[in-house]
C-alpha cells in the first residue's frame, strides 16, 4: 500500500528556532500533499494544501510567512515553522494523494510533535 | 457552529458490547464521508468510508443520512483493541480536503 513517511518524528527546541518537517511519498507520485496541525485533544485542522510546482493554498487564520510550504519534488513536501514559540508547540500530520478523482484516498504521515520549550 | 459535531465521549463498555456514534455535518454540498480512528498520538487511519446505502465491514457498520446530514458508526461486539479515537470526517468540493470532527473516544474494558 501506499506508504508515507514523515521526518522527523518528535522536536524539542528552544523558542525562536525555526524546525523543518519532512513529508515523502515513498512509493507514489503525490500530486497533493495537506499539512494538518492537531492540539490535544482537538480534531486535526487542516493547515494548507500543497501541489507540486505551486504556491500552497493555505486556511483562513494559517499565517503564510510563518508556515513556510515547499512541495517541489512530486515525492517531498517540507513544511517549516519559523521562528517557532511555545504556542506552535502542536502535532503536525501530512497526507499526500495521487492525481486522483477529488484527491481520494489521502495516505497520512506519522506525524511530527513539535515541542517549543 | 462546528462543520463537522460528534458526540462528546468518552464512551466507556464492556468487551462485547455494542456501540454506536453519531455525527452531524452542516454543509449540505459536503460530498464524501469517512469514518477514521485515531490511536493516541499517532496519526488517524480510515477506518471505512461511508455511502448513503449504507455499508458494512465485518463487525463495524456506516450509515450515512443527507437528508438530516448525519453519519453513524455501528460497532458490534466490542474488542478491547477497539479502543481509540473515532473521527468523523467529510469532503467539500473537489480539493481533497478533509474537514475532521473533534472525535469520539471509546475504550473498551474487560
Known amino acids: 500500500g501506499a506508504v508515507v513517511s514523515q521526518h522527523p518524528s518528535w522536536v524539542i527546541c528552544k523558542s ?3 524546525v523543518k518537517i519532512e513529508c515523502r511519498s515513498l512509493d507514489f507520485q503525490a500530486t497533493t500533499m495537506f499539512w494538518y496541525r492537531q492540539f490535544p485533544k482537538q480534531s486535526l485542522m487542516l493547515m494548507a494544501t500543497s501541489n507540486e510546482g505551486s504556491k500552497a493554498t493555505y ?12 512541495h517541489a519534488s512530486l515525492t517531498l513536501s517540507t513544511l517549516t515553522v519559523t521562528s517557532a514559540h511555545p504556542e506552535d508547540s502542536s502535532f503536525y500530520i501530512c497526507s499526500a494523494t495521487e492525481d486522483s478523482p477529488f484527491n481520494q484516498p489521502q495516505h497520512f504521515g506519522d506525524g511530527t510533535r513539535l515541542s517549543i520549550l | 457552529r462546528k462543520e463537522v459535531e460528534q458526540d462528546p465521549g468518552p464512551f466507556n463498555v464492556p468487551e ?69 479515537t473515532y473521527l468523523c470526517v467529510v469532503t467539500t468540493g473537489n480539493t481533497g480536503k478533509l474537514i475532521f470532527g473533534q472525535g469520539t473516544t471509546l475504550q473498551v474494558k474487560p
Open chain 1, 59 to 70: 486556511e483562513q487564520g494559517v499565517e503564510k510567512d510563518k508556515f513556510l510550504i515547499n
Open chain 2, 16 to 84: 462485547g458490547a455494542t456501540v454506536a456514534f453519531n455525527c452531524t455535518y452542516s454543509n449540505s454540498a459536503s460530498q464524501s464521508f469517512f469514518w477514521y480512528r485515531q490511536d493516541c498520538r499517532k496519526e488517524p487511519k480510515l477506518l471505512m468510508s461511508v455511502y448513503s446505502s449504507g455499508n458494512e465491514d465485518g463487525r463495524f457498520t456506516a450509515q450515512l443520512n443527507r437528508a438530516s446530514q448525519y453519519i453513524s458508526l455501528l460497532i458490534r461486539d466490542s474488542k478491547l483493541s477497539d479502543s481509540a
Open chain 1, 16 to 18: 525562536g528556532t525555526s
